[in-house]
T-cell receptor, first 110, second 110 residues
Framework: QKEVEQNSGPLSVPEGAIASLNCTYSDRGSQSFFWYRQYSGKSPELIMSIYSNGDKEDGRFTAQLNKASQYVSLLIRDSQPSDSATYLC??????????FGAGTTVTVRA | SAVISQKPSRDICQRGTSLTIQCQVD?????MFWYRQQPGQSLTLIATANQGSEATYESGFVIDKFPISRPNLTFSTLTVSNMSPEDSSIYLC???????FGQGTRLTVV
């Protein structure tokens, strides 16, 4: 079983819609969870971090964490063409290393 | 938060040669991490660099291929040795306590 799994893409959404990205992880002791956005050929950009169960909102992004279910999600509201990118879920278990999911490619259709 | 700078930002190298990538942080950190992202893939941790000791390599990565130096608490280098086209990747460094990366080094081996 992979440490971090993301829903397979690609995900295509119309402009203005909500894009929903899911991620599950295997290490129940994980404490920190991150979402990155990566444009082609660029370095991953941290867009959200979450550490406690529940929702965390930042602008059009909402991260949701459920440690009991070992599940973290990212919602992108009012999707824009500039949101078209690959989104990476990362989990930090008890040590300092980050484990990444394979990524989900999102395309926002104008 | 620390600012992470990498050099070079990109390079095109001949197979069989070596390239050294530098990672500079603007504050002292205990651990520095080197990641690789092959085309179309997610990030994979290569090794953890600790000041004053040998780097700790992840499964599948060896010191002869990826020698790492960590001369002080703000600087590390990763060398990609005897390069082949399969080494074409983005190489990224991060530091303990931080979930973000520098701009990365995009390496193409021809």
């Amino acid at each position: 079983q992979k440490e971090v799994e993301q829903n397979s893409g690609p995900l295509s959404v119309p402009e203005g819609a909500i894009a929903s990205l899911n991620c599950t992880y295997s290490d129940r002791g994980s404490q920190s969870f991150f979402w990155y956005r990566q444009y082609s050929g660029k370095s991953p950009e941290l867009i959200m971090s979450i550490y406690s169960n529940g929702d965390k909102e930042d602008g059009r992004f909402t991260a949701q964490l459920n440690k009991a279910s070992q599940y973290v999600s990212l919602l992108i509201r009012d999707s824009q063409p500039s949101d078209s990118a690959t989104y990476l879920c990362a989990v930090r278990p008890h040590d300092y290393k980050l484990s990444f999911g394979a990524g989900t490619t999102v395309t926002v259709r104008a | 938060s620390a600012v992470i700078s990498q050099k070079p930002s990109r390079d095109i190298c001949q197979r069989g040669t070596s390239l050294t990538i530098q990672c500079q942080v603007d504050s002292q950190v205990t651990m520095m991490f080197w990641y690789r992202q092959q085309p179309g893939q997610s990030l994979t941790l290569i090794a953890t660099a600790n000041q004053g000791s040998e780097a700790t390599y992840e499964s599948g990565f060896v010191i002869d291929k990826f020698p790492i130096s960590r001369p002080n608490l703000t600087f590390s280098t990763l060398t990609v040795s005897n390069m082949s086209p399969e080494d074409s990747s983005i190489y990224l460094c991060s530091v303990d306590g931080q979930a973000f990366f520098g701009q990365g080094t995009r390496l193409t081996v021809v």
